[in-house]
């Protein structure tokens, strides 16, 4: 635990020092270019990826980088409220969807239920991602070789969420004007490459 706090430290000594002017500016106003939808797993890190500074990214992140369909609803939606307020409030210019190599939310889509019986939200949450699922099972290929699996499950999806954006009317509007974009990328955490998916070729090409 002390590490953590060590950190905070190091941050208010060192680092908040060297972007104070930014921080300054940030501290009663923020305009992000982008929403950054990603994964909450721990070795995914947005800013590092993207070489973006405090201000420029808002961050939304969950299990498999999942957009729940639209809907009106009384209820708490954390995911959904957080994409509005990012359109809607703070008009970003784009939208990315950035899912991972060894995704263990995508990879958990083939579990049994006995093996997810101790986490029944996860398994809620993840019936979002099953049109993909449907996809990969109906592939002999796919099945039998569970390596290709993992990455074209990864990418699936990824297409799967930002497909889902679309279902949000105010999304769809931008979008059809050409007001905002939607991105997807897939990031390979052992070699760092990062590929984005060509809407036209409908394939995922490497950023360099």
Same mark, same amino acid.
């Given at each position: 635990?002390?590490?953590?706090?060590? *950190?905070? &430290?190091?941050f208010?000594? =060192?680092?908040?020092? !060297?972007?104070?002017?930014?921080f300054?500016?940030?501290? =009663? &106003?923020?305009?992000?270019?982008?929403?950054?939808?990603?994964?909450?797993?721990s070795?995914?890190?947005? !800013?590092? %990826?993207? =070489?973006?500074?405090p201000?420029?990214?808002?961050?939304?992140?969950?299990?498999?980088?999942?957009?729940?369909?639209?809907?009106?609803?009384? /209820?708490?939606?954390s995911?959904?409220?957080?994409?509005?307020?990012?359109? &809607?409030m703070?008009?970003?210019?784009?939208?990315?969807?950035?899912?991972?190599?060894?995704?263990? *939310?995508?990879?958990?889509?083939?579990?049994?239920?006995?093996?997810?019986?101790?986490t029944? !939200?996860? +398994? $809620?949450w993840?019936?979002?991602?099953?049109?993909?699922k449907?996809?990969?099972?109906?592939?002999?290929?796919l099945?039998?070789?569970?390596?290709? +699996?993992?990455?074209?499950?990864?990418?699936?999806?990824?297409?799967?969420?930002?497909?889902?954006?679309?279902?949000?009317?105010?999304?769809?509007? +931008?979008?059809? =004007?050409?007001? %905002?974009?939607?991105?997807?990328?897939?990031?390979? %955490?052992e070699?760092?490459?990062?590929?984005?998916?060509? $809407?036209?070729?409908?394939?995922?090409t %490497?950023? /360099?």
């Amino acid at each position: 635990m002390d590490y953590l706090f060590e *950190g905070v &430290k190091e941050f208010s000594t =060192k680092d908040f020092n !060297h972007f104070r002017e930014l921080f300054e500016g940030l501290g =009663k &106003k923020q305009s992000p270019h982008s929403l950054f939808i990603g994964c909450s797993d721990s070795r995914i890190v947005p !800013h590092l %990826i993207t =070489k973006t500074l405090p201000g420029e990214l808002f961050i939304i992140r969950n299990i498999a980088n999942v957009v729940p369909y639209y809907r009106s609803s009384e /209820e708490y939606l954390s995911t959904t409220s957080a994409v509005e307020y990012a359109v &809607k409030m703070l008009n970003v210019e784009n939208i990315i969807v950035c899912g991972h190599s060894n995704c263990g *939310g995508c990879n958990a889509l083939y579990l049994s239920d006995d093996e997810l019986k101790e986490t029944p !939200h996860t +398994r $809620k949450w993840l019936e979002l991602v099953r049109p993909v699922k449907e996809r990969i099972e109906k592939d002999p290929e796919l099945v039998k070789d569970t390596v290709k +699996r993992e990455w074209v499950t990864e990418q699936l999806n990824i297409v799967e969420q930002m497909n889902h954006l679309l279902s949000y009317p105010y999304i769809l509007e +931008r979008y059809n =004007k050409k007001e %905002i974009n939607i991105l997807g990328w897939y990031y390979i %955490i052992e070699t760092g490459e990062i590929f984005n998916y060509d $809407k036209e070729e409908h394939l995922f090409t %490497i950023i /360099e």
